[in-house]
């Protein structure tokens, strides 16, 4: 196996989701969001761990990472985040996938494609309730889903939406597009009807606005052990499931006056110690980490020098003792009593944890185990 690999600890993602059952309220179902390959964890692993430990469906952000899941024997409801086009209609339908709808002509389509298949297709619709980026507004939710509703071929499932500033302390505009959510559903009641499944909450209001829960919860970040933000989540207790490594694969001394790695934007200032890991931006480390992060040998940090190549990075080890060809290298995770956590590298970068996590290129091998 290549040198360079990611850790993923099952125990951790088995430990979070419970936490996650725990702050949950009790009526309320847990859709465990797997998009983007788990964010990055490797979706199949993760995905069957969740369902054992409380999920009862899935959430994907694009037909293509449902459809693996179905071919993978994932039978349980699986949610599609994102909108989809008419043209995909028939193989949502085929693979019994759940789209999310908020134009009338990828309703059709879905529909359409149902009857042609003989079979049904259940469907949840998105409103938007203050973040503007798909979903129906107010004006437009409840003369849509009443149309929705005369489509033969096709259900009404669920209605969500997704709040934008719920990882903030100040909870001020999620209120009100909670409200804005609130009065949709109440109109529609006022209509009879009652649409089975309502759903609100991201991770930071499952952590932190327990009002909002409502019939199932959309965990996401908080699944893999990481806060949604620093404001947020102080009653959950998570841990982080993944760390990035890799191995020494070169060592040397240099002397004074030695520039380091393309552009030599580090010149050693002594006798220098440099050792090379055979991880680079392809793998998803990176550029911007050059002469700005550090890495773990020996339970040590060693600031990384010079910029981070494709494949490649060369790290100061000169205040270790000896360094050898094949120690572990840790990019971010724990080794010894040391940490880098995926937050100071997001933070390095001025971005975000999910971001880091969802960088690890497929190229970099997942390696599974149950740290308990």
Same mark, same amino acid.
């Given at each position: 196996?290549?040198?360079?690999?990611?850790?993923?600890?099952?125990?951790?993602?088995?430990?979070?989701?419970?936490?996650?059952?725990? $702050?949950?309220?009790?009526?309320?179902?847990?859709?465990?969001?797997?998009?983007?390959?788990?964010?990055?964890?490797? $979706?199949?692993?993760?995905?069957?761990?969740?369902?054992?430990?409380?999920?009862?469906?899935?959430?994907?952000?694009?037909?293509? %990472?449902?459809?693996?899941?179905?071919?993978?024997?994932?039978?349980?409801?699986?949610?599609?985040?994102?909108?989809?086009?008419?043209?995909?209609?028939?193989?949502?339908?085929?693979?019994?996938?759940?789209?999310?709808?908020?134009?009338?002509?990828?309703?059709?389509?879905?529909?359409?494609?149902?009857?042609?298949?003989? !079979?049904?297709?259940?469907?949840? $619709?998105?409103?938007?309730?203050?973040?503007?980026?798909?979903?129906?507004?107010?004006?437009?939710?409840?003369?849509?889903?009443?149309?929705?509703?005369?489509?033969?071929?096709?259900?009404?499932?669920?209605?969500?939406?997704?709040?934008?500033?719920?990882?903030?302390?100040?909870?001020?505009?999620?209120?009100?597009?909670?409200?804005?959510?609130?009065?949709?559903?109440?109109?529609?009641?006022?209509?009879?009807?009652?649409?089975?499944?309502?759903?609100?909450?991201?991770?930071?209001?499952?952590?932190?606005?327990?009002?909002?829960?409502?019939?199932?919860?959309?965990?996401?970040?908080?699944?893999?052990?990481?806060?949604?933000?620093?404001?947020?989540?102080?009653?959950?207790?998570?841990?982080?499931?993944?760390?990035?490594?890799?191995?020494?694969?070169?060592?040397?001394?240099?002397?004074?006056?030695?520039?380091?790695?393309?552009?030599?934007?580090?010149?050693? !200032?002594?006798?220098?110690?440099?050792?090379?890991?055979?991880?680079?931006?392809?793998?998803?480390?990176?550029?911007?980490? !050059?002469?700005?992060?550090?890495?773990?040998?020996?339970?040590?940090?060693?600031?990384?020098?010079?910029?981070?190549?494709?494949?490649?990075?060369?790290?100061?080890?000169?205040?270790?003792? !000896?360094?050898?060809?094949?120690? %572990?290298?840790?990019?971010?995770?724990?080794?010894?009593? %040391? %940490?880098?956590?995926?937050?100071?590298?997001?933070?390095?970068?001025n971005t975000i944890n999910y971001e880091v996590v969802c960088w690890v290129s497929d190229r970099v091998p997942r390696v599974y185990i149950n740290r308990e």
């Amino acid at each position: 196996m290549r040198p360079t690999w990611v850790e993923i600890d099952l125990h951790a993602i088995k430990h979070n989701i419970k936490e996650i059952r725990r $702050v949950t309220h009790p009526g309320a179902a847990i859709m465990a969001v797997v998009k983007a390959n788990a964010y990055g964890h490797g $979706v199949l692993p993760v995905a069957s761990v969740l369902l054992a430990n409380g999920a009862t469906s899935l959430a994907v952000a694009i037909p293509e %990472e449902g459809i693996y899941l179905r071919q993978q024997g994932i039978t349980v409801p699986i949610l599609l985040l994102g909108l989809t086009l008419p043209g995909q209609a028939e193989e949502i339908v085929h693979h019994n996938l759940t789209p999310t709808v908020a134009t009338w002509d990828s309703a059709v389509a879905l529909a359409d494609a149902a009857r042609r298949l003989g !079979s049904s297709v259940g469907v949840f $619709v998105k409103l938007d309730t203050g973040m503007h980026r798909i979903g129906l507004q107010f004006h437009e939710a409840v003369g849509f889903v009443k149309n929705l509703l005369t489509l033969q071929g096709l259900t009404v499932q669920g209605i969500f939406t997704h709040f934008s500033m719920s990882d903030l302390q100040d909870k001020s505009y999620t209120h009100r597009q909670f409200q804005c959510f609130q009065q949709v559903v109440t109109e529609l009641r006022n209509q009879d009807i009652d649409i089975p499944l309502k759903s609100t909450a991201n991770s930071a209001a499952v952590s932190d606005l327990p009002a909002t829960h409502l019939d199932i919860v959309r965990p996401g970040i908080i699944l893999y052990g990481l806060p949604p933000s620093e404001e947020v989540g102080g009653n959950l207790s998570l841990l982080p499931a993944m760390q990035f490594k890799t191995r020494v694969i070169y060592v040397k001394k240099v002397p004074p006056g030695s520039k380091i790695s393309y552009g030599g934007t580090f010149t050693t !200032s002594a006798k220098t110690v440099i050792a090379t890991l055979p991880v680079g931006y392809a793998d998803g480390y990176n550029r911007l980490l !050059s002469n700005r992060a550090d890495v773990l040998i020996q339970g040590t940090r060693c600031p990384v020098v010079g910029r981070v190549c494709m494949d490649q990075i060369t790290v100061d080890v000169t205040h270790l003792p !000896s360094v050898a060809i094949g120690e %572990e290298a840790v990019l971010f995770g724990r080794q010894g009593q %040391e %940490e880098i956590s995926v937050d100071e590298i997001a933070g390095i970068l001025n971005t975000i944890n999910y971001e880091v996590v969802c960088w690890v290129s497929d190229r970099v091998p997942r390696v599974y185990i149950n740290r308990e």
